[in-house]
């Protein structure tokens, strides 16, 4: 009966040494949160939201176009407020993983149903755009040229065998292609 004392001691220090444990994990970088205890990063699901304006599609917005005009240049409005009818707001947003956020606004204003003036923060050309959304490929190509070091270790190729000539005329067998017989 000596061990049920030895027991209840083995059971009450389990949970300290558990607790204990889990301190001991000084070396885990903790800076990002979205991370599973630093080591583990989750998956995270392309987000695109909005219009995507570019310096070429802005440059077709003029004053003196009409809604239809600017809704067929710029597409829907994300926002179109009832309260202020004179103006549309585009919103467009980008999340990617491996990819920086990106956010952008341009602000239609409308006097009489035609483009009085537009706000917008300097916006890319379409090749900067892609450039800016491009993963990274994380492969590493060969080098494109072998050193002669490198071809000196390359292994032989098989030597050809001589073909044997047929007599003329004459046909070769060649097995079934099948498991049947002929």
């Given at each position: 009966?000596?061990?049920?004392?030895?027991?209840?001691?083995?059971?009450?220090?389990?949970?300290?040494?558990?607790?204990?444990?889990?301190?001991?994990?000084?070396?885990?970088?903790?800076?990002?949160?979205?991370?599973?205890?630093?080591?583990?990063?989750?998956?995270?699901?392309?987000?695109?939201?909005?219009?995507?304006?570019?310096?070429?599609?802005?440059?077709?917005?003029?004053?003196?176009?009409?809604?239809?005009?600017?809704?067929?240049?710029?597409?829907?409005?994300?926002?179109?407020?009832p309260f202020h009818a004179n103006r549309w707001d585009y919103v467009f947003t980008i999340r990617r993983q491996g990819v920086a956020d990106q956010?952008?606004?341009?602000?239609?204003?409308?006097?009489?149903?035609?483009?009085?003036?537009?706000?917008?923060?300097?916006?890319?050309?379409?090749?900067?755009?892609?450039?800016?959304?491009?993963?990274?490929?994380?492969?590493?190509?060969?080098?494109?040229?072998?050193?002669?070091?490198?071809?000196?270790?390359?292994?032989?190729?098989?030597?050809?065998?001589?073909?044997?000539?047929?007599?003329?005329?004459?046909?070769?067998?060649?097995?079934?292609?099948?498991?049947?017989?002929?």
């Open positions: 009966m000596t061990q049920t004392p030895l027991r209840r001691v083995l059971l009450a220090l389990a949970p300290v040494v558990l607790l204990t444990a889990c301190g001991s994990t000084g070396n885990v970088s903790w800076s990002k949160p979205e991370t599973l205890f630093g080591l583990l990063e989750p998956y995270r699901v392309d987000v695109v939201q909005g219009n995507v304006v570019t310096q070429e599609v802005m440059a077709l917005i003029q004053p003196g176009l009409g809604r239809a005009q600017v809704r067929e240049i710029l597409g829907t409005p994300l926002l179109a407020d956010k952008r606004t341009i602000t239609v204003f409308f006097e009489n149903d035609v483009v009085a003036r537009f706000d917008t923060a300097e916006l890319p050309s379409e090749n900067e755009f892609v450039a800016s959304i491009a993963k990274p490929l994380d492969r590493k190509d060969p080098p494109a040229n072998l050193t002669p070091e490198q071809i000196a270790k390359l292994p032989a190729p098989p030597q050809a065998q001589p073909v044997a000539q047929l007599p003329q005329g004459a046909a070769r067998a060649y097995p079934p292609l099948e498991g049947g017989s002929r």
